[in-house]
C-alpha cells in the first residue's frame, strides 16, 4: 500500500532556550530533522514525506532536503497554529488510500525497524502507536493527596503514529478539542481502538538541552554497532 510520513516540525523549540528551532540545531554536524528525514527516506523505497513547517523557516528545510541523496517526492506544508490544525494541513496532500506515518520532527533517533512495525500493525489493525513503559515509580495526584499507582500500567506515548488515510483523515474533518494533543486521540473521539506497540527507548524527543547530549551519546553508540 502507499505510504505518506506527514513530518510535523513547526515548533519554536522555547523550552530548547535557543533563538534556532530545535528541529535545526545541529546533531554530530548535521540538523536534527535532517537524521528524522534520511530514516524515513531509507525505511521504504516507494514513501512520500510532507513536510509541515513554519512559514518562516521553509528555505532552510529546503537547504536541508537538498543535502539528502533521495529522489523520493517532498513536500512542504506551512504548519498551522496548533499541531492539530499542522497535521491537518498535511493531510490535505493525501488523496489516496495509504498508511500515513504521523511523526515529530524532532524525535530524530527512530530506527527502521519501528517504522516497518508500526506499518505491519496499522495494516491489521488500522492504527499503531508505539510506546514504552516509564522506570521510575509513578503517583497520581487525587483529592486529598496522591497514590501511588502500577507503573505497567503506564503507557509513554511516541511517534511515528501510524494510520489507514481514510481512520485518520476521518479524524480530522472533526472540529478542534483541546483534549487532541496527538494523532491517537483525534481518532480514538471516533470511538476506535487505539493499537499499542512497543516503542523504542532510544527514540526521545528532543526538547531540552540535555536531550542533546543523550542524543549524541545514543548516535554514537549505534554508528559503532
Known amino acids: 500500500m502507499?505510504?505518506?510520513?506527514?513530518?510535523?516540525?513547526?515548533?519554536?523549540?522555547?523550552?530548547?532556550?535557543?533563538?534556532?528551532?530545535?528541529?535545526f540545531l545541529h546533531l554530530k554536524g548535521k540538523p536534527l530533522l535532517w537524521y528524522t528525514l534520511e530514516t524515513f527516506l531509507?525505511?521504504?523505497?516507494?514513501?512520500?514525506?510532507i513536510l509541515v513547517i513554519a512559514d518562516d523557516y521553509l528555505d532552510i528545510a529546503k537547504k536541508i532536503l537538498?543535502?539528502?541523496?533521495?529522489?523520493?517526492?517532498?513536500?512542504?506544508?506551512?504548519?498551522?497554529?496548533?499541531r492539530f490544525?499542522?497535521?491537518?494541513?498535511?493531510?490535505?496532500?493525501?488523496?489516496?488510500?495509504?498508511?500515513v506515518f504521523v511523526h515529530d520532527g524532532v524525535r530524530c533517533?527512530?530506527?527502521?525497524d519501528l517504522i516497518h512495525r508500526c506499518y505491519a500493525v496499522?495494516?491489521?489493525?488500522?492504527?499503531?502507536?508505539p510506546a514504552i513503559h516509564p522506570?521510575?515509580?509513578?503517583?497520581?495526584?487525587?483529592h486529598g493527596g496522591n497514590r501511588a499507582i502500577n507503573r505497567?500500567?503506564?503507557?509513554?506515548?511516541q511517534t511515528p503514529q501510524t494510520f489507514q488515510s481514510d481512520v485518520l483523515k476521518a479524524g480530522y474533518e472533526q472540529p478542534y478539542e483541546d483534549s487532541f494533543t496527538d494523532e491517537a486521540s483525534v481518532v480514538e473521539k471516533l470511538g476506535i481502538k487505539i493499537h499499542l506497540l512497543e516503542g523504542e527507548e532510544t527514540n526521545i524527543k528532543i526538547t531540552r538541552p540535555i536531550d542533546i547530549f543523550m542524543a549524541e551519546r545514543i548516535l554514537e553508540e549505534k554508528n559503532s554497532m
Open 42 to 49: 531509507k525505511a521504504y523505497d516507494d514513501i512520500e514525506i
Open 122 to 129: 496499522a495494516m491489521e489493525h488500522g492504527n499503531a502507536i
Open 109 to 112: 533517533l527512530l530506527s527502521s
Open 85 to 99: 490544525h499542522s497535521v491537518k494541513n498535511g493531510l490535505q496532500k493525501i488523496n489516496e488510500q495509504s498508511i
Open 2 to 23: 502507499k505510504k505518506y510520513a506527514v513530518i510535523v516540525a513547526g515548533g519554536s523549540g522555547t523550552r530548547m532556550g535557543t533563538t534556532v528551532p530545535k528541529q
Open 66 to 82: 537538498l543535502s539528502i541523496p533521495s529522489t523520493q517526492p517532498v513536500s512542504l506544508v506551512t504548519g498551522g497554529q496548533t
Open 135 to 142: 522506570v521510575d515509580s509513578i503517583r497520581i495526584e487525587s
Open 152 to 157: 505497567n500500567m503506564i503507557h509513554i506515548i
